[in-house]
């Protein structure tokens, strides 16, 4: 509710106790993420730290998420994709080209996952 009316930071702070409330459940870490990732990639604040901050908040949350299910695509392809707004907001080039390096090994690892996912569902059908 606090998102759609703009209120982006209370929102925020809804999200973030929703995942200490449900904190043995990955997927409230990873909505937690996703919605740290909207707001740094669709309206990002103004301040180069506060967005940093956000998207520290949002990548720590996925990590956990990943850490607690370590096969989880869509907390991996998300963390993917703010460490790619973070190689974005960096002013050094070595950090930049270092954050696309940890983007890419994350997104090698989600295809992973779906190489795997295939092969097993392939592996189910042949002996159907």
């Known amino acids: 509710m606090y998102a759609k009316q703009g209120n ?3 929102s925020l702070n809804w999200y973030q106790k929703i995942t200490l409330l449900d904190s043995k459940n990955p997927e409230s870490f990873y909505i937690f993420g996703v919605v740290c ?4 990639s669709k309206n990002p604040p103004a301040d180069p730290k506060e967005k940093m901050d956000i998207i520290e908040k949002g990548k720590g949350a996925l990590q956990h998420a990943i850490d607690m299910k370590p096969d989880y695509f869509e907390s991996i392809v998300y963390l993917n994709l703010l460490w790619r707004q973070q190689a974005l907001s960096e002013t050094d080039p070595v950090k930049a080209q270092a954050d696309v390096a940890q983007a890419e090994a994350l997104k090698a690892r989600a295809q992973e996952i779906i190489k795997q996912r295939k092969a097993s569902a392939a592996a189910g059908a042949k002996k159907s």
Do not use: A
């Open 37 to 40: 990732y909207e707001k740094v």
């Open 8 to 10: 982006f930071n209370e």
